[in-house]
């Protein structure tokens, strides 16, 4: 069991919005850790999608957002398109487990 | 542009040593602002997080406790690259494991770029 905690699955038709959500505990996004996001295409490494909680990388358009709030975080995804069908998971560091941990991922699913 | 190529056998023995190699080329394994990370994913623990070295005037390692009495992560400054063993390996430790950089920017630490990934089975 992945410390942070999404959705195994979201899905939207395309255009719509659609969230994924990341939460935490004190020891992690509660303790103001930073929240990073991941894609992940099948058969390729996760790459870097947001940084620093709302971040985005050069390349990532600007339909990508994030934030942060408390124990939790959540990425959105705005105007959704096929080619963003893959897996998303959050990262943060745990001062409890003195480790940098991940989200168990959540398949998005572009109807 | 950085690029992390991974190198290593995709199968062990149980009980035996896993070992990979990490070579970069657009960054020095040497850097003070990144530090060089294993992580690794399965289905049963998904992506994990296993270590990392720096050089800071020195360089130090931070391991996971969950292998943090079996795991070493050694850079090797000649050849630009940096190397994961892991001992006494059990069918558990069966992964793809990725070698990734970490790096510092704006008191922010994150890991920007991947290696491709190496699938391991840890089977006799």
């Known amino acids: 069991q992945s410390v942070l905690t999404q959705p195994p699955s979201v899905s939207g038709a395309p255009g719509q919005r659609v969230t994924i959500s990341c939460t935490g505990s004190?020891?992690?996004?509660?303790?103001?850790?930073?929240v990073h996001w991941y894609r992940q295409l099948p058969g390729t490494a996760p790459k870097l999608l947001i940084y620093g909680n709302n971040n985005r990388p050069s390349g990532v358009p600007d339909r990508f957002s994030a934030s942060k709030s408390g124990t939790s975080a959540s990425l959105a995804i705005t105007g959704l398109q096929a080619e963003d069908e893959a897996d998303y998971y959050c990262q943060s560091y745990d001062s409890s487990l003195t480790a940098w941990v991940f989200g168990g991922g959540t398949e998005l699913t572009v109807l | 542009q950085v690029q992390l190529e991974q190198s290593g056998p995709g199968l062990v023995k149980p009980s035996q040593t896993l070992s990979l190699t990490c070579a970069i080329s657009?960054?020095?394994?040497?850097?003070?602002?990144?530090?060089w990370n294993w992580i690794r994913q399965s289905p049963s623990r998904g992506l994990e997080w296993l270590g990392r070295a720096e050089y800071r005037s020195k360089w130090s390692n931070d391991y996971a406790l969950s292998v943090k009495s079996r795991i070493t992560i050694n850079p090797d400054t000649s050849r630009n690259q940096f190397s994961l063993q892991l001992k006494s390996v059990t069918p558990e430790d069966t992964a793809v494991y990725y070698c990734?950089?970490?790096?510092?920017?704006?008191?922010?630490?994150?890991?920007?770029?991947w290696g491709q990934g190496t699938p391991v089975t840890v089977s006799s």
């Open positions: 657009g960054d020095r394994v040497s850097s003070n602002s990144a530090a």
């Open positions: 004190s020891s992690n996004i509660g303790a103001r850790f930073d």
């Open positions: 990734a950089r970490g790096l510092y920017i704006n008191s922010y630490y994150y890991f920007d770029y």
